[in-house]
């Protein structure tokens, strides 16, 4: 039975949340399906007649959530224990007791019932503070329309979409049209980059498109667009006349680009421009800050996964940047909301909340649980810097024209070459000795600091692996310089008790928040399960190798999905390497030498056809 009588509450402006009102006396059957909108799931719950009781077993993933249930003293937001399922799977489910929920969505996904014809249970989501519950016709939109998406992209995206990734276009698309604009905050790792890509396909006929994000990850969008968009065509825009652009085309440009060359890119209407890493927008004074509210698009849209990594100003500004018809003036925002907050107004804080759910989606992690893998692979392609590109095409020449001989000599110079070129690819320090300063140098050491920038401000801890020493402290050096961080470096040339020591050091609560580690002297025995985050910071011949290092983290006792980053700087040696991967060419038992022997085995026109730059995308 429910006991309750009301939760109060106004409407939203986007009709989001309702007014809902348990009544009395009605008798609840043992198993409910409430829709979850953010994740695209349904939450399968039980009720005793005065409480939820446990989750119905067998059926899926068991997960806390809060629902808007009857208590004592009214409608009250609870956690409750819940199994959830898929949409396709809710149909065909067994359940011993399916109540009128289950009946109402079942009839739904096939078309056969409106919105006012769902019980209240079947859309009993609290917003986010907490004072109302998502509306039955919203639910019920969200649910069709994110159905209805994937079929649509079944054609043109190349990626399996999970449910929560499914509705993030969808939510995409129906905030954008709303508002002309969106910050989509998930957690690193969670795929903001296919959500948008899918975001970007859908409206490909609109017309022209742009991405900004950091010059090291132009490359990385541009391949990302060609592998899971193919009917798209991505062009990389680094200054200079605006090429050629129509429907379908999506202009890839870095920040540095968009705030020394804005005024092309203002000039140019596009239908949507999407801003990566949008935390580089958090001061509105800078540059390119002002130069990224100068574009003209009908749809503005910010990825992030810090929205806030100081204080609310920074929020301010991704907001003004997306939806400034909305939060237009700074000074209403610091005493609306900024001022009392810092003061401990609780009321603050929901009036934030209520705000921000109209236009900013965050999901963690532990947020779609259920929906994710043990562990998540993302690999980025990290563009090298001018000085980067220069001395490896320099070191290569020099190897040219020294030749690489013959013989046992042949294989000691492919080994010196290349070795040369992969620390190139680190940092170009390294082969220069010019390390006074380290930031601005390496793509690829450029996107690691945003990383591990990123995990620190999200309490993340995360191990970063390396293949050599002087890389490893030179990551060391830029974590005390850069954030204040002592982070330890497990490698060989530390004592077995020293070892023992720094591994107890980090899985303590209060361990350091960055372990960098040897690959070679972190690959067996370890068990750092105090991080869920893992980086590659160079590419291994053998894939077992990098596997058995992220499994330092991916072992028993670890709890939370486990997130592996692989870096590898595009057009180099080191894409070769990343495609004998893809190919499952390197063999299990692959010896340290055996891939520079393989190498070794070419013709020189062969070898140096594999070593030089690629310069396409």
């Known amino acids: 039975m429910y006991h309750g009588s009301a939760l109060c509450a106004v409407p939203g402006k986007s009709g989001t949340t309702v007014v809902c009102r348990y009544d009395r006396g009605v008798a609840l059957p043992a198993v409910h399906a409430t829709y979850l909108p953010d994740r695209h799931q349904f939450a399968l719950w039980t009720w005793t007649g005065r409480e939820?009781?446990?989750?119905?077993?067998?059926l899926g993933e068991l997960e806390?959530?809060?629902?808007?249930?009857?208590?004592?003293?009214?409608?009250?937001?609870?956690?409750?224990?819940?199994?959830?399922?898929?949409?396709?799977?809710?149909?065909?489910?067994?359940?011993?007791?399916?109540?009128?929920?289950?009946?109402?969505?079942?009839?739904?996904?096939?078309?056969?019932?409106?919105?006012?014809?769902?019980?209240?249970?079947?859309?009993?989501?609290?917003?986010?503070?907490?004072?109302?519950?998502?509306?039955?016709?919203?639910?019920?939109?969200?649910?069709?329309?994110?159905?209805?998406?994937?079929?649509?992209?079944?054609?043109?995206?190349k990626a399996e979409l999970r449910s929560y990734q499914a509705r993030g276009i969808t939510w995409l698309r129906e905030t954008g049209a709303a508002h002309g604009g969106a910050v989509l905050a998930d957690e690193m790792g969670l795929g903001k980059t296919v959500q948008a890509i899918g975001y970007l396909l859908g409206r490909a006929g609109e017309g022209p498109q742009l991405v900004v994000c950091p010059t090291s990850l132009v490359g990385n969008w541009a391949h990302e667009i060609e592998r899971f968009a193919p009917g798209l065509r991505p062009v990389t825009w680094r200054g200079g006349e605006l090429p050629e652009i129509a429907d379908g085309t999506i202009v890839v440009t870095g920040y540095p680009t968009l705030r020394g060359h804005g005024a092309a890119l203002a000039g140019q209407r596009w239908a949507s421009a999407v801003f990566d890493e949008a935390?580089?927008?958090?001061?509105?004074?800078?540059?390119?800050?002002?130069?990224?509210?100068?574009?003209?698009?009908d749809v503005r849209i910010a990825l992030t996964g810090t929205p806030v990594e100081n204080h609310l100003d920074e929020l301010w500004a991704l907001l003004n940047l997306t939806v400034p018809q909305a939060f237009t003036h700074k000074a209403q925002?610091?005493?609306?909301?900024?001022?009392?907050?810092?003061?401990?107004?609780?009321?603050?804080?929901?009036?934030?909340?209520?705000?921000?759910?109209?236009?900013?989606?965050?999901?963690?992690?532990?947020?779609?649980?259920?929906?994710?893998?043990?562990k998540i692979h993302s690999d980025l392609i990290c563009d090298l810097t001018a000085e980067q590109e220069r001395l490896y095409d320099q070191l290569l020449a020099r190897a040219e024209e020294a030749g690489f001989g013959s013989g046992a000599e042949r294989h000691t110079r492919v080994l010196a070459v290349l070795t040369e070129l992969k620390q190139v690819c680190n940092h170009p320090g390294l082969i220069t000795g010019e390390l006074d300063e380290l930031s601005g140098r390496s793509g690829k050491f450029d996107v690691c600091t945003d990383i591990l920038a990123n995990n620190l401000d999200t309490g993340s801890p995360t191990l970063v692996f390396t293949q050599y020493r002087r890389t490893g402290e030179l990551l060391v050096r830029q974590c005390a310089e850069q954030f204040g961080v002592t982070a330890p470096f497990f490698h060989g040339g530390l004592k077995q008790s020293e070892r023992s020591e720094l591994v107890r050091r980090f899985q303590s609560p209060d361990g350091p928040p960055i372990l960098v580690l040897s690959l070679k002297a972190a690959g067996t025995g370890l068990t750092l399960t105090r991080a869920a985050d893992v980086v590659h910071f160079d590419r291994w011949w053998n894939p077992a190798v990098e596997a058995q290092t992220s499994d330092r983290a991916h072992r028993i006792g670890q709890t939370r999905t486990v997130t592996v980053t692989t870096l590898t700087?595009?057009?180099?040696?080191?894409?070769?390497?990343?495609?004998?991967?893809?190919?499952?060419?390197a063999l299990t038992d692959l010896t340290d030498t055996s891939g520079i022997a393989t190498l070794a085995r070419l013709d020189d026109d062969r070898l140096l056809d594999l070593l030089r730059r690629k310069r396409g995308n």
């Open 64 to 157: 806390t959530v809060p629902v808007a249930v009857p208590g004592e003293g009214g409608i009250a937001v609870t956690e409750v224990e819940c199994a959830l399922v898929d949409p396709e799977r809710l149909p065909v489910v067994e359940l011993s007791e399916p109540g009128v929920s289950v009946a109402a969505w079942r009839a739904a996904l096939s078309g056969e019932i409106a919105a006012s014809e769902l019980p209240a249970a079947a859309h009993a989501v609290p917003n986010a503070a907490g004072n109302a519950i998502v509306s039955g016709d919203r639910a019920l939109r969200v649910l069709r329309d994110t159905v209805a998406l994937s079929g649509e992209l079944r054609a043109g995206l």
């Open 333 to 374: 925002f610091r005493r609306r909301f900024v001022r009392p907050i810092h003061e401990g107004s609780a009321a603050a804080v929901v009036r934030l909340r209520d705000a921000l759910e109209l236009v900013v989606l965050a999901r963690r992690k532990a947020d779609v649980a259920s929906t994710l893998p043990p």
């Open 569 to 585: 700087s595009g057009t180099t040696i080191e894409e070769h390497i990343a495609g004998m991967h893809d190919r499952k060419s």
């Open 279 to 297: 935390q580089v927008l958090k001061n509105p004074r800078t540059q390119v800050a002002k130069a990224a509210r100068a574009i003209t698009a």
């Open 52 to 58: 939820p009781g446990s989750a119905p077993r067998g």
